[in-house]
T-cell receptor, first 115, second 114 residues
Framework: DTGVSQNPRHKITKRGQNVTFRCDPI?????LYWYRQTLGQGPEFLTY????????KSRLLSDRFSAERPKGSFSTLEIQRTEQGDSAMYLC?????????????FGPGTRLTVT | DAKTTQPNSMESNEEEPVHLPCNHS???????IHWYRQLPSQGPEYVIH???SNVNNRMASLAIAEDRKSSTLILHRATLRDAAVYYC???????????????FGQGTILTVHP
């Protein structure tokens, strides 16, 4: 297993366009998390899934953001009508609730630039 | 979420020990203390975690104060590859296994000099 993967790694879009990012977690992990990170700040939690159920969503998350994990495997994060303030690194992480696994494993992130 | 306070930056020389402090005076009894680090242009990476007792693993040691209001991450011999942002995070255990969201602060930027 090569770890958590995210695609694309970079995305440049014009303000007002919709974008979708994909995250493939470590295969046996049932939890999947999305975070957003702006320059000089720590990652900010957006939402997380256990299997296909979305268990928590940040109150700061705009209605323009939606995430899915339809079969409990990969996840997509969609941003509608992008704004310049959406420019950030979007990080995905996964973890397992079985055994004594405490770690969240992060992917390399998708860097979004809204022009 | 209980908050943590860390110095903005610290410096060390290669092959010397590094002690990274974290204050968490509002910690509750169910909060675990986690440390993650983020190397340049990478996602965060788990380092270590603990509840009450000091912990050791291959990467680092975690020393937890008796009142749990502070902790220290110890890198025994810093290398250039340890230069990163180190985050101290509190998270509530969910049944003793994994956890929900991680609430990151700004972390401590560690610079290691050759």
């Amino acid at each position: 297993d090569t770890g958590v993967s995210q695609n694309p790694r970079h995305k440049i879009t014009k303000r007002g366009q919709n974008v979708t990012f994909r995250c493939d977690p470590i295969s046996e992990h049932n939890r999947l998390y999305w975070y957003r990170q702006t320059l000089g700040q720590g990652p900010e939690f957006l939402t997380y899934f256990q299997n296909e159920a979305q268990l928590e969503k940040s109150r700061l998350l705009s209605d323009r953001f939606s995430a899915e994990r339809p079969k409990g495997s990969f996840s997509t994060l969609e941003i509608q009508r992008t704004e310049q303030g959406d420019s950030a690194m979007y990080l995905c992480a996964s973890s397992s609730t079985s055994g004594a696994s405490y770690e969240q494993y992060f992917g390399p992130g998708t860097r979004l630039t809204v022009t | 979420d209980a908050k943590t306070t860390q110095p903005n930056s610290m410096e060390s020389n290669e092959e010397e020990p590094v002690h990274l402090p974290c204050n968490h005076s509002t910690i509750s009894g169910t909060d675990y203390i986690h440390w993650y680090r983020q190397l340049p242009s990478q996602g965060p990476e788990y380092v270590i975690h603990g509840l009450t007792s000091n912990v050791n693993n291959r990467m680092a040691s975690l020393a937890i104060a008796e009142d749990r209001k502070s902790s220290t991450l110890i890198l025994h011999r810093a290398t250039l590859r340890d230069a990163a942002v180190y985050y101290c995070i509190l998270s509530v255990s969910a049944g003793g296994t994994s956890y929900g969201k991680l609430t990151f602060g700004q972390g401590t930027i560690l610079t290691v000099h050759p």
